[in-house]
Protein backbone atom coordinates (compact mmCIF):
# COMPACT_ATOMS: atom_id res chain seq x y z
CA UNK A 1 0.00 0.00 0.00
CA UNK A 2 2.93 2.36 1.06
CA UNK A 3 4.67 1.65 -2.40
CA UNK A 4 1.41 2.68 -4.65
CA UNK A 5 1.11 5.74 -2.27
CA UNK A 6 5.13 6.64 -3.19
CA UNK A 7 4.85 6.01 -6.77
CA UNK A 8 1.89 7.85 -7.46
CA UNK A 9 2.81 10.57 -5.82
CA UNK A 10 6.31 10.99 -6.55
CA UNK A 11 6.35 9.66 -9.90
CA UNK A 12 3.12 11.12 -11.58
CA UNK A 13 1.83 7.92 -13.11
CA UNK A 14 -1.15 9.74 -13.29
CA UNK A 15 0.15 11.63 -16.25
CA UNK A 16 1.21 9.80 -19.51
CA UNK A 17 5.08 10.47 -21.17
CA UNK A 18 5.28 13.09 -23.60
CA UNK A 19 5.99 10.64 -26.33
CA UNK A 20 5.70 7.27 -26.75
CA UNK A 21 8.40 7.79 -29.21
CA UNK A 22 10.91 8.61 -26.25
CA UNK A 23 12.60 5.29 -25.48
CA UNK A 24 14.48 6.64 -22.28
CA UNK A 25 11.01 8.07 -20.79
CA UNK A 26 8.92 4.22 -22.04
CA UNK A 27 12.05 2.19 -20.19
CA UNK A 28 11.83 4.52 -17.13
CA UNK A 29 8.25 4.20 -16.86
CA UNK A 30 8.36 0.16 -17.56
CA UNK A 31 11.01 0.26 -15.20
CA UNK A 32 9.03 2.17 -12.38
CA UNK A 33 5.76 -0.11 -13.32
CA UNK A 34 8.26 -2.97 -12.52
CA UNK A 35 9.11 -2.32 -9.21
CA UNK A 36 5.36 -2.66 -8.38
CA UNK A 37 5.23 -5.27 -5.23
CA UNK A 38 2.12 -7.40 -6.86
CA UNK A 39 2.60 -9.81 -3.78
CA UNK A 40 1.89 -7.36 -1.09
CA UNK A 41 -0.74 -8.24 1.37
CA UNK A 42 -4.35 -6.99 1.09
CA UNK A 43 -5.46 -3.99 2.66
CA UNK A 44 -7.26 -4.65 5.88
CA UNK A 45 -8.42 -2.10 8.27
CA UNK A 46 -6.87 -1.85 11.80
CA UNK A 47 -8.99 -0.24 14.66
CA UNK A 48 -5.60 0.40 15.87
CA UNK A 49 -4.45 2.65 13.29
CA UNK A 50 -3.75 6.24 14.52
CA UNK A 51 -6.38 8.85 13.04
CA UNK A 52 -4.57 10.60 9.90
CA UNK A 53 -4.45 14.21 10.57
CA UNK A 54 -2.99 16.62 7.71
CA UNK A 55 0.57 18.05 7.95
CA UNK A 56 2.54 20.25 6.17
CA UNK A 57 5.94 20.23 7.25
CA UNK A 58 8.22 17.19 7.74
CA UNK A 59 5.95 14.61 10.19
CA UNK A 60 8.73 12.61 12.37
CA UNK A 61 8.57 9.23 11.58
CA UNK A 62 5.02 7.28 12.79
CA UNK A 63 4.95 4.44 15.03
CA UNK A 64 5.17 0.81 13.32
CA UNK A 65 1.80 -0.25 12.13
CA UNK A 66 0.49 -3.60 12.26
CA UNK A 67 -1.75 -4.65 8.89
CA UNK A 68 -3.28 -8.38 8.73
CA UNK A 69 -1.02 -9.55 11.37
CA UNK A 70 2.25 -8.35 9.41
CA UNK A 71 4.79 -5.37 10.62
CA UNK A 72 4.87 -2.46 7.42
CA UNK A 73 8.12 -1.11 6.69
CA UNK A 74 8.94 2.30 7.84
CA UNK A 75 8.19 5.12 4.83
CA UNK A 76 10.85 6.53 3.10
CA UNK A 77 10.93 10.23 3.50
CA UNK A 78 9.70 11.96 0.69
CA UNK A 79 12.20 13.34 -1.86
CA UNK A 80 9.99 16.16 -3.50
CA UNK A 81 11.33 19.76 -2.52
CA UNK A 82 8.92 22.11 -0.71
CA UNK A 83 8.64 24.09 -3.69
CA UNK A 84 7.26 20.77 -5.27
CA UNK A 85 4.45 19.87 -2.29
CA UNK A 86 3.20 23.30 -2.49
CA UNK A 87 3.56 23.82 -6.38
CA UNK A 88 0.76 21.14 -7.09
CA UNK A 89 -0.26 22.76 -11.16
CA UNK A 90 2.60 21.40 -12.80
CA UNK A 91 3.81 18.11 -11.38
CA UNK A 92 7.08 16.76 -12.59
CA UNK A 93 7.91 13.11 -12.43
CA UNK A 94 11.26 12.70 -10.69
CA UNK A 95 13.58 9.89 -12.86
CA UNK A 96 15.08 6.78 -10.44
CA UNK A 97 18.28 6.00 -11.38
CA UNK A 98 18.06 2.76 -9.27
CA UNK A 99 14.80 0.85 -8.83
CA UNK A 100 13.69 1.20 -5.07
CA UNK A 101 14.74 -1.83 -3.20
CA UNK A 102 12.12 -3.03 -0.50
CA UNK A 103 13.62 -4.14 2.62
CA UNK A 104 12.61 -8.25 3.36
CA UNK A 105 10.44 -8.97 6.24
CA UNK A 106 11.46 -10.60 9.03
CA UNK A 107 10.10 -14.19 9.38
CA UNK A 108 7.31 -13.86 11.83
CA UNK A 109 6.36 -16.52 14.04
CA UNK A 110 3.20 -17.49 15.51
CA UNK A 111 3.62 -15.96 18.82
CA UNK A 112 5.06 -12.64 17.32
CA UNK A 113 1.74 -11.38 16.20
CA UNK A 114 0.69 -11.77 19.55
CA UNK A 115 3.79 -9.93 21.11
CA UNK A 116 3.80 -7.07 18.52
CA UNK A 117 -0.17 -6.14 18.98
CA UNK A 118 0.59 -5.84 23.06
CA UNK A 119 3.10 -3.45 21.87
CA UNK A 120 1.36 -1.56 19.14
CA UNK A 121 -1.69 -1.32 22.03
CA UNK A 122 0.49 0.04 24.61
CA UNK A 123 2.45 2.33 21.96
CA UNK A 124 -1.61 3.50 21.10
CA UNK A 125 -2.91 4.16 24.82
CA UNK A 126 -0.89 7.31 25.26
CA UNK A 127 -3.20 8.82 22.04
CA UNK A 128 -6.12 7.88 24.18
CA UNK A 129 -7.34 10.39 26.77
CA UNK A 130 -6.37 9.28 30.19
CA UNK A 131 -9.40 9.30 32.68
CA UNK A 132 -7.18 9.99 35.01
CA UNK A 133 -6.23 13.17 33.53
CA UNK A 134 -9.69 14.40 32.53
CA UNK A 135 -10.83 16.31 36.00
CA UNK A 136 -14.09 14.21 37.22
CA UNK A 137 -16.69 15.55 38.76
CA UNK A 138 -17.01 15.54 42.53
CA UNK A 139 -18.91 12.37 43.83
CA UNK A 140 -22.78 13.40 44.40
CA UNK A 141 -23.72 11.63 47.71
CA UNK A 142 -26.92 9.61 47.22
CA UNK A 143 -29.67 10.57 49.66
CA UNK A 144 -29.98 7.67 52.42
CA UNK A 145 -32.47 5.50 51.43
CA UNK A 146 -36.12 5.97 52.95
CA UNK A 147 -37.12 4.26 56.62
CA UNK A 148 -38.91 1.10 56.19
CA UNK A 149 -42.11 2.06 56.92
CA UNK A 150 -43.22 0.46 60.02
CA UNK A 151 -45.98 -2.05 59.92
CA UNK A 152 -49.23 -1.94 61.44
CA UNK A 153 -49.47 -4.39 64.34
CA UNK A 154 -51.75 -7.19 63.61
CA UNK A 155 -54.62 -8.09 65.67
CA UNK A 156 -57.34 -10.91 65.35
CA UNK A 157 -60.45 -10.88 66.11
CA UNK A 158 -63.07 -13.61 66.98
CA UNK A 159 -67.10 -12.67 67.58
CA UNK A 160 -68.66 -15.06 69.58
CA UNK A 161 -71.76 -15.52 71.04
CA UNK A 162 -75.43 -17.15 71.07
CA UNK A 163 -76.91 -17.79 67.73
CA UNK A 164 -79.00 -14.77 66.10
CA UNK A 165 -77.03 -12.51 68.72
CA UNK A 166 -75.93 -10.05 65.88
CA UNK A 167 -72.61 -11.34 65.17
CA UNK A 168 -72.32 -11.20 60.90
CA UNK A 169 -74.50 -7.94 61.34
CA UNK A 170 -71.94 -5.94 63.60
CA UNK A 171 -68.97 -7.71 61.26
CA UNK A 172 -70.54 -6.67 57.77
CA UNK A 173 -71.38 -3.22 59.70
CA UNK A 174 -67.97 -2.54 60.72
CA UNK A 175 -66.94 -3.40 57.14
CA UNK A 176 -68.54 -0.93 55.67
CA UNK A 177 -67.92 1.52 58.15
CA UNK A 178 -64.16 1.12 57.39
CA UNK A 179 -64.50 0.75 53.68
CA UNK A 180 -63.91 -2.47 53.12
CA UNK A 181 -67.35 -3.13 51.56
CA UNK A 182 -68.45 -0.52 49.23
CA UNK A 183 -72.21 1.44 49.67
CA UNK A 184 -73.49 -0.31 45.93
CA UNK A 185 -72.81 -3.98 46.88
CA UNK A 186 -74.59 -2.80 50.26
CA UNK A 187 -77.55 -1.73 48.49
CA UNK A 188 -77.03 -5.19 46.04
CA UNK A 189 -77.37 -6.73 49.40
CA UNK A 190 -80.25 -4.61 50.63
CA UNK A 191 -82.51 -5.26 47.37
CA UNK A 192 -81.61 -8.95 47.04
CA UNK A 193 -82.87 -9.49 50.88
CA UNK A 194 -85.70 -7.15 50.66
CA UNK A 195 -87.20 -9.84 47.88
CA UNK A 196 -86.66 -12.79 50.55
CA UNK A 197 -88.22 -11.40 53.59
CA UNK A 198 -85.12 -10.55 55.42
CA UNK A 199 -84.57 -6.92 55.07
CA UNK A 200 -82.60 -7.22 58.54
CA UNK A 201 -80.03 -9.68 57.24
CA UNK A 202 -78.27 -7.71 54.65
CA UNK A 203 -75.33 -6.75 56.50
CA UNK A 204 -74.31 -10.00 57.61
CA UNK A 205 -74.13 -11.37 53.57
CA UNK A 206 -71.09 -9.20 54.02
CA UNK A 207 -69.34 -12.09 55.63
CA UNK A 208 -71.99 -14.89 55.22
CA UNK A 209 -71.05 -15.34 51.88
CA UNK A 210 -72.47 -19.15 50.59
CA UNK A 211 -76.31 -19.93 49.94
CA UNK A 212 -77.04 -21.79 52.55
CA UNK A 213 -75.66 -19.18 55.18
CA UNK A 214 -78.07 -16.62 53.36
CA UNK A 215 -81.22 -18.97 53.55
CA UNK A 216 -81.18 -20.07 56.65
CA UNK A 217 -79.49 -16.65 58.33
CA UNK A 218 -76.96 -18.73 60.16
CA UNK A 219 -73.61 -19.03 59.94
CA UNK A 220 -71.94 -22.54 59.23
CA UNK A 221 -68.30 -21.68 58.25
CA UNK A 222 -65.99 -19.05 59.92
CA UNK A 223 -65.85 -16.05 58.22
CA UNK A 224 -63.00 -13.98 57.24
CA UNK A 225 -62.48 -9.53 56.67
CA UNK A 226 -59.80 -7.87 57.02
CA UNK A 227 -59.57 -3.60 58.15
CA UNK A 228 -57.44 -1.04 59.07
CA UNK A 229 -57.64 2.16 61.56
CA UNK A 230 -55.67 4.71 62.31
CA UNK A 231 -52.58 2.31 64.24
CA UNK A 232 -53.79 -0.89 63.84
CA UNK A 233 -54.36 -3.59 60.91
CA UNK A 234 -57.05 -6.32 62.01
CA UNK A 235 -58.32 -9.65 60.64
CA UNK A 236 -62.19 -10.18 61.47
CA UNK A 237 -63.35 -14.03 62.18
CA UNK A 238 -67.13 -14.36 62.18
CA UNK A 239 -67.31 -17.74 64.22
CA UNK A 240 -70.75 -19.94 64.29
CA UNK A 241 -73.07 -19.78 66.90
CA UNK A 242 -75.06 -22.86 66.44
CA UNK A 243 -74.37 -25.46 68.72
CA UNK A 244 -73.64 -27.85 65.64
CA UNK A 245 -70.90 -25.87 64.54
CA UNK A 246 -69.21 -25.55 67.63
CA UNK A 247 -65.89 -27.50 66.09
CA UNK A 248 -65.62 -24.46 63.50
CA UNK A 249 -65.96 -21.62 66.36
CA UNK A 250 -63.32 -23.21 68.15
CA UNK A 251 -61.25 -23.38 65.19
CA UNK A 252 -61.94 -19.44 64.64
CA UNK A 253 -61.19 -19.00 68.49
CA UNK A 254 -57.92 -20.54 68.05
CA UNK A 255 -56.56 -17.74 65.58
CA UNK A 256 -57.61 -14.79 67.95
CA UNK A 257 -56.14 -12.44 70.22
CA UNK A 258 -59.38 -10.81 70.93
CA UNK A 259 -62.94 -12.37 71.82
CA UNK A 260 -66.25 -9.90 71.16
CA UNK A 261 -68.74 -11.89 72.78
CA UNK A 262 -71.89 -10.68 71.54
CA UNK A 263 -74.65 -10.20 73.57
CA UNK A 264 -78.54 -9.61 72.43
CA UNK A 265 -80.15 -7.41 75.03
CA UNK A 266 -83.66 -8.05 73.91
CA UNK A 267 -85.51 -9.52 76.22
CA UNK A 268 -85.93 -13.23 76.35
CA UNK A 269 -83.10 -13.40 74.20
CA UNK A 270 -80.10 -13.11 76.48
CA UNK A 271 -81.56 -15.75 79.11
CA UNK A 272 -81.59 -18.26 76.19
CA UNK A 273 -77.89 -17.83 75.41
CA UNK A 274 -76.73 -17.80 78.93
CA UNK A 275 -79.03 -20.47 80.96
CA UNK A 276 -77.28 -23.83 80.99
CA UNK A 277 -77.01 -25.19 77.57
CA UNK A 278 -77.00 -21.73 75.82
CA UNK A 279 -74.01 -21.24 73.71
CA UNK A 280 -72.88 -17.86 75.33
CA UNK A 281 -71.57 -19.34 78.50
CA UNK A 282 -69.98 -22.12 76.25
CA UNK A 283 -68.36 -19.92 73.87
CA UNK A 284 -66.81 -17.58 76.43
CA UNK A 285 -64.99 -20.50 78.05
CA UNK A 286 -63.68 -22.10 74.93
CA UNK A 287 -62.16 -18.74 73.66
CA UNK A 288 -60.06 -18.43 77.00
CA UNK A 289 -59.27 -22.09 76.69
CA UNK A 290 -58.09 -20.99 72.96
CA UNK A 291 -56.23 -18.50 74.13
CA UNK A 292 -57.74 -15.22 73.53
CA UNK A 293 -56.30 -12.51 75.73
CA UNK A 294 -58.93 -9.69 75.99
CA UNK A 295 -63.11 -9.84 75.69
CA UNK A 296 -65.42 -7.35 74.79
CA UNK A 297 -68.89 -8.35 75.90
CA UNK A 298 -70.71 -6.34 73.15
CA UNK A 299 -74.14 -5.78 74.34
CA UNK A 300 -75.98 -5.51 71.01
CA UNK A 301 -79.57 -4.45 70.05
CA UNK A 302 -80.07 -2.21 72.66
CA UNK A 303 -81.99 -0.04 69.70
CA UNK A 304 -85.23 -2.67 70.00
CA UNK A 305 -88.38 -1.64 71.25
CA UNK A 306 -88.40 -3.98 74.38
CA UNK A 307 -85.25 -2.08 75.61
CA UNK A 308 -84.66 1.40 74.35
CA UNK A 309 -81.17 1.78 75.62
CA UNK A 310 -81.98 1.26 79.00
CA UNK A 311 -79.39 1.13 81.59
CA UNK A 312 -81.64 -1.37 83.93
CA UNK A 313 -81.54 -3.86 81.57
CA UNK A 314 -77.82 -3.05 80.45
CA UNK A 315 -76.29 -3.09 83.95
CA UNK A 316 -78.46 -6.56 84.57
CA UNK A 317 -76.94 -8.20 81.85
CA UNK A 318 -73.13 -6.93 83.17
CA UNK A 319 -73.66 -7.95 86.81
CA UNK A 320 -74.40 -11.61 85.73
CA UNK A 321 -72.09 -12.29 82.90
CA UNK A 322 -69.15 -10.87 85.23
CA UNK A 323 -69.29 -13.35 88.40
CA UNK A 324 -69.18 -16.12 85.04
CA UNK A 325 -66.24 -14.74 82.84
CA UNK A 326 -64.13 -14.24 86.28
CA UNK A 327 -64.89 -18.14 86.90
CA UNK A 328 -63.70 -19.17 83.37
CA UNK A 329 -60.07 -17.29 84.01
CA UNK A 330 -60.47 -13.80 82.88
CA UNK A 331 -59.12 -11.38 84.90
CA UNK A 332 -61.31 -8.19 85.31
CA UNK A 333 -58.87 -6.12 83.41
CA UNK A 334 -59.47 -7.80 80.38
CA UNK A 335 -63.09 -7.34 80.09
CA UNK A 336 -64.59 -4.64 78.94
CA UNK A 337 -68.44 -3.75 78.57
CA UNK A 338 -70.08 -1.48 75.55
CA UNK A 339 -73.63 -0.98 74.68
CA UNK A 340 -74.10 -1.06 70.74
CA UNK A 341 -76.51 -1.48 67.63
CA UNK A 342 -75.28 -3.39 64.80
CA UNK A 343 -78.06 -2.78 62.51
CA UNK A 344 -77.96 1.32 63.18
CA UNK A 345 -73.95 1.43 63.76
CA UNK A 346 -74.47 3.44 67.09
CA UNK A 347 -71.23 3.11 69.05
CA UNK A 348 -69.55 1.26 66.57
CA UNK A 349 -67.47 4.26 64.97
CA UNK A 350 -69.32 7.39 66.12
CA UNK A 351 -69.59 8.38 69.58
CA UNK A 352 -73.47 7.79 71.35
CA UNK A 353 -75.96 10.68 70.73
CA UNK A 354 -76.69 12.03 74.18
CA UNK A 355 -79.89 12.09 73.69
CA UNK A 356 -80.24 8.40 72.77
CA UNK A 357 -78.17 7.17 75.63
CA UNK A 358 -77.16 9.95 78.10
CA UNK A 359 -75.36 7.49 80.52
CA UNK A 360 -73.08 5.48 78.58
CA UNK A 361 -70.20 8.18 78.50
CA UNK A 362 -66.93 5.70 77.28
CA UNK A 363 -65.35 5.63 73.96
CA UNK A 364 -67.16 3.62 70.69
CA UNK A 365 -66.26 0.08 69.46
CA UNK A 366 -63.65 1.01 66.41
CA UNK A 367 -62.34 3.70 68.82
CA UNK A 368 -61.60 1.26 71.93
CA UNK A 369 -60.02 -1.43 69.49
CA UNK A 370 -57.43 1.17 68.33
CA UNK A 371 -56.20 1.61 71.76
CA UNK A 372 -56.01 -1.66 72.84
CA UNK A 373 -51.68 -2.50 73.91
CA UNK A 374 -49.91 -5.07 71.02
CA UNK A 375 -50.45 -8.48 71.96
CA UNK A 376 -47.16 -9.28 69.87
CA UNK A 377 -44.59 -11.14 72.36
CA UNK A 378 -40.76 -11.34 71.15
CA UNK A 379 -40.36 -13.93 69.08
CA UNK A 380 -36.93 -13.34 68.00
CA UNK A 381 -34.73 -16.68 67.50
CA UNK A 382 -37.96 -18.84 68.50
CA UNK A 383 -38.61 -21.49 65.76
CA UNK A 384 -41.35 -21.11 63.31
CA UNK A 385 -44.56 -22.89 64.36
CA UNK A 386 -48.09 -22.44 62.16
CA UNK A 387 -50.92 -24.50 62.54
CA UNK A 388 -53.29 -25.57 59.55
CA UNK A 389 -56.68 -24.67 59.52
CA UNK A 390 -57.68 -24.92 56.10
CA UNK A 391 -56.40 -25.77 52.57
CA UNK A 392 -57.28 -25.12 49.19
CA UNK A 393 -56.33 -24.94 45.79
CA UNK A 394 -55.70 -21.97 43.73
CA UNK A 395 -52.59 -21.97 41.31
CA UNK A 396 -50.66 -24.10 43.39
CA UNK A 397 -51.38 -25.84 47.11
CA UNK A 398 -52.40 -23.15 49.75
CA UNK A 399 -52.84 -23.02 53.49
CA UNK A 400 -54.01 -20.79 56.08
CA UNK A 401 -53.28 -20.52 59.60
CA UNK A 402 -52.00 -18.20 62.54
CA UNK A 403 -48.23 -18.15 62.79
CA UNK A 404 -47.46 -19.18 66.55
CA UNK A 405 -44.17 -17.90 66.89
CA UNK A 406 -41.18 -17.01 64.89
CA UNK A 407 -41.46 -15.96 61.27
CA UNK A 408 -41.13 -17.11 57.65
CA UNK A 409 -40.05 -15.67 54.55
CA UNK A 410 -40.25 -16.15 50.50
CA UNK A 411 -38.43 -19.42 49.28
CA UNK A 412 -37.60 -20.35 52.51
CA UNK A 413 -37.64 -24.57 53.35
CA UNK A 414 -40.33 -25.66 55.83
CA UNK A 415 -41.01 -29.14 57.31
CA UNK A 416 -44.91 -30.07 57.49
CA UNK A 417 -45.17 -32.27 60.32
CA UNK A 418 -46.51 -35.18 61.11
CA UNK A 419 -45.67 -36.78 57.85
CA UNK A 420 -42.31 -34.50 57.59
CA UNK A 421 -42.48 -33.59 53.75
CA UNK A 422 -40.05 -30.86 53.38
CA UNK A 423 -42.01 -27.96 51.32
CA UNK A 424 -41.06 -24.27 50.19
CA UNK A 425 -42.89 -21.15 50.24
CA UNK A 426 -44.07 -19.81 47.03
CA UNK A 427 -46.24 -17.20 48.37
CA UNK A 428 -47.10 -15.06 51.32
CA UNK A 429 -50.57 -13.61 51.68
CA UNK A 430 -51.91 -11.18 54.38
CA UNK A 431 -54.87 -9.35 54.32
CA UNK A 432 -54.84 -10.84 50.92
CA UNK A 433 -51.66 -8.85 50.10
CA UNK A 434 -48.54 -10.17 49.04
CA UNK A 435 -45.79 -9.61 51.36
CA UNK A 436 -42.26 -10.79 51.94
CA UNK A 437 -42.37 -11.78 55.36
CA UNK A 438 -44.87 -13.48 58.03
CA UNK A 439 -44.40 -12.99 61.78
CA UNK A 440 -45.58 -13.95 65.03
CA UNK A 441 -49.54 -13.25 65.37
CA UNK A 442 -50.08 -12.93 61.76
CA UNK A 443 -52.86 -14.47 59.94
CA UNK A 444 -51.76 -16.01 57.08
CA UNK A 445 -52.17 -17.61 53.22
CA UNK A 446 -49.11 -19.48 52.08
CA UNK A 447 -48.82 -21.29 48.74
CA UNK A 448 -46.48 -24.14 48.63
CA UNK A 449 -44.51 -26.26 46.74
CA UNK A 450 -43.29 -29.62 46.66
CA UNK A 451 -46.31 -30.96 47.69
CA UNK A 452 -49.95 -31.71 46.76
CA UNK A 453 -53.23 -30.71 48.62
CA UNK A 454 -54.80 -34.46 48.97
CA UNK A 455 -51.24 -34.56 51.36
CA UNK A 456 -52.21 -31.83 53.55
CA UNK A 457 -54.80 -31.86 56.63
CA UNK A 458 -56.03 -29.49 59.23
CA UNK A 459 -54.36 -29.75 62.05
CA UNK A 460 -50.91 -30.18 60.51
CA UNK A 461 -47.94 -28.06 61.33
CA UNK A 462 -45.93 -25.76 59.37
CA UNK A 463 -42.40 -25.74 61.42
CA UNK A 464 -38.56 -25.25 61.11
CA UNK A 465 -36.27 -27.74 59.65
CA UNK A 466 -34.23 -27.45 62.30
CA UNK A 467 -36.46 -27.65 65.27
CA UNK A 468 -39.54 -30.08 64.34
CA UNK A 469 -42.60 -30.00 66.22
CA UNK A 470 -43.09 -32.96 68.59
CA UNK A 471 -45.81 -35.88 67.23
CA UNK A 472 -47.40 -38.32 70.60
CA UNK A 473 -49.94 -40.39 70.52
CA UNK A 474 -49.88 -40.34 74.94
CA UNK A 475 -49.40 -37.43 77.31
CA UNK A 476 -50.01 -36.06 80.66
CA UNK A 477 -52.50 -33.18 81.32
CA UNK A 478 -54.07 -31.39 83.72
CA UNK A 479 -57.89 -30.98 83.01
CA UNK A 480 -60.17 -29.10 84.63
CA UNK A 481 -63.84 -30.82 84.81
CA UNK A 482 -66.48 -28.23 84.01
CA UNK A 483 -69.29 -30.04 83.15
CA UNK A 484 -70.27 -33.88 83.40
CA UNK A 485 -73.57 -36.17 83.80
CA UNK A 486 -71.61 -39.10 85.08
CA UNK A 487 -68.16 -39.24 86.80
CA UNK A 488 -64.85 -40.18 84.54
CA UNK A 489 -62.65 -43.12 85.22
CA UNK A 490 -60.06 -44.69 83.54
CA UNK A 491 -61.17 -46.40 79.48
CA UNK A 492 -63.57 -42.91 79.19
CA UNK A 493 -63.89 -41.83 75.80
CA UNK A 494 -64.71 -38.13 74.25
CA UNK A 495 -63.42 -35.67 71.67
CA UNK A 496 -60.27 -33.63 72.06
CA UNK A 497 -59.98 -30.24 70.04
CA UNK A 498 -56.30 -28.98 70.11
CA UNK A 499 -55.37 -26.25 67.85
CA UNK A 500 -57.20 -26.89 64.90
CA UNK A 501 -56.98 -30.65 65.35
CA UNK A 502 -59.80 -33.05 66.36
CA UNK A 503 -59.03 -36.52 67.22
CA UNK A 504 -60.60 -39.14 69.74
CA UNK A 505 -58.97 -39.64 73.24
CA UNK A 506 -59.27 -41.87 76.27
CA UNK A 507 -58.43 -41.62 79.81
CA UNK A 508 -55.29 -44.31 80.63
CA UNK A 509 -55.05 -43.13 84.30
CA UNK A 510 -55.89 -40.32 86.77
CA UNK A 511 -52.50 -39.92 88.60
CA UNK A 512 -53.06 -36.87 91.21
CA UNK A 513 -55.46 -34.65 92.24
CA UNK A 514 -55.08 -30.59 92.52
CA UNK A 515 -56.15 -28.68 95.91
CA UNK A 516 -57.82 -25.75 95.00
CA UNK A 517 -56.66 -24.03 97.71
CA UNK A 518 -53.30 -23.93 97.14
CA UNK A 519 -52.90 -25.02 93.54
CA UNK A 520 -51.07 -27.87 94.19
CA UNK A 521 -51.19 -32.03 94.02
CA UNK A 522 -52.57 -33.43 96.96
CA UNK A 523 -50.35 -35.93 98.62
CA UNK A 524 -50.86 -38.62 101.17
CA UNK A 525 -49.16 -38.72 104.59
CA UNK A 526 -46.53 -40.97 103.57
CA UNK A 527 -45.24 -38.35 100.96
CA UNK A 528 -47.43 -39.87 98.18
CA UNK A 529 -49.80 -38.29 95.24
CA UNK A 530 -53.33 -39.26 95.62
CA UNK A 531 -54.01 -41.20 92.77
CA UNK A 532 -57.91 -41.28 92.54
CA UNK A 533 -60.43 -43.66 91.33
CA UNK A 534 -62.52 -41.58 89.58
CA UNK A 535 -63.21 -37.86 88.67
CA UNK A 536 -66.32 -35.99 89.24
CA UNK A 537 -67.48 -32.61 88.09
CA UNK A 538 -65.59 -29.00 88.81
CA UNK A 539 -62.13 -31.20 89.92
CA UNK A 540 -58.89 -30.72 88.30
CA UNK A 541 -56.89 -33.97 87.91
CA UNK A 542 -54.14 -34.60 86.16
CA UNK A 543 -54.57 -37.82 84.12
CA UNK A 544 -52.33 -39.75 81.24
CA UNK A 545 -54.05 -39.72 78.18
CA UNK A 546 -54.11 -41.92 75.03
CA UNK A 547 -54.50 -40.36 71.62
CA UNK A 548 -55.93 -42.50 68.94
CA UNK A 549 -53.61 -41.60 66.53
CA UNK A 550 -50.32 -39.73 66.74
CA UNK A 551 -50.90 -35.73 66.23
CA UNK A 552 -48.44 -32.59 66.32
CA UNK A 553 -48.24 -31.42 70.14
CA UNK A 554 -46.33 -29.53 72.73
CA UNK A 555 -46.29 -29.19 75.82
CA UNK A 556 -47.90 -26.21 76.96
CA UNK A 557 -44.99 -24.33 79.14
CA UNK A 558 -42.86 -24.13 75.40
CA UNK A 559 -45.94 -23.34 72.75
CA UNK A 560 -48.90 -22.59 74.65
CA UNK A 561 -51.07 -22.27 71.61
CA UNK A 562 -50.32 -26.18 70.44
CA UNK A 563 -50.75 -27.34 74.74
CA UNK A 564 -54.55 -25.99 74.72
CA UNK A 565 -57.46 -28.89 74.61
CA UNK A 566 -60.50 -28.79 74.98
CA UNK A 567 -62.89 -32.08 75.78
CA UNK A 568 -66.20 -32.44 74.55
CA UNK A 569 -68.99 -35.34 74.65
CA UNK A 570 -72.12 -35.24 73.03
CA UNK A 571 -72.20 -32.10 71.60
CA UNK A 572 -71.30 -30.55 75.26
CA UNK A 573 -68.03 -29.17 76.30
CA UNK A 574 -66.99 -30.90 79.65
CA UNK A 575 -63.48 -29.85 80.31
CA UNK A 576 -60.57 -27.98 79.26
CA UNK A 577 -56.66 -29.01 80.08
CA UNK A 578 -53.03 -27.98 79.18
CA UNK A 579 -50.50 -30.25 77.87
CA UNK A 580 -47.55 -31.11 80.86
CA UNK A 581 -45.55 -33.79 79.24
CA UNK A 582 -45.21 -35.36 75.82
CA UNK A 583 -45.11 -39.39 75.73
CA UNK A 584 -41.20 -38.83 74.76
CA UNK A 585 -40.82 -37.43 77.81
CA UNK A 586 -43.22 -39.43 80.48
CA UNK A 587 -41.29 -41.36 83.05
CA UNK A 588 -42.66 -44.81 84.83
CA UNK A 589 -43.35 -42.04 87.78
CA UNK A 590 -45.33 -39.03 87.59
CA UNK A 591 -43.18 -36.00 88.84
Known amino acids: IFQHYYITNNLSMSHEPESWEDDYEVDNAARNLGNLNIEAPAFVPSAFAPSFVPRFDPAPVPLPLQFNGHLQPKLVENPVSDSNRNDPVEPKIIKLEEPIKMEEEP ?71 TGQVDKRTLEKFEREAKEMNRESWYLSWALDTNDEERDKGKTVEVGRGFFETEKKRFTLLDAPGHRCFVSNMIGGAAQADVGILVISARKGEFETGFDRGGQTREHALLAKTAGVKHLIVLINKMDDPSVEWDKGRYDDICSRLLPFLKQSGFKTSDIKFMPASGLTGANLKEPLDPKVCPWYKGPPFLSYLDELPSFKTNQTGKPFRMSIVEKFKDMGTMVMGKV ?34 AESGDNVKLKLRNVEEEDISPGFVLCSMDSLCKIADRFLAKIQLVELRNIIAPGFNCIMHIHSSVTEVSFEELVGLMDKKTGKKMVEKNGKPVKPRCAKEREVVFAKLQLATPICIESFDQFPQLGRFTLRDEGKTIAVGVVLKTSNQLSSQTN
Open 107 to 177: PVTEEEPEEEVMEVEEESEPEAPVPAAVPQPAPVKKPPPPPKEKRKDNVNIVFIGHVDAGKSTIGGHILYL
Open 404 to 437: ISGECRKNQSLTIMPNKTVVQIAEILIDDMDSEV
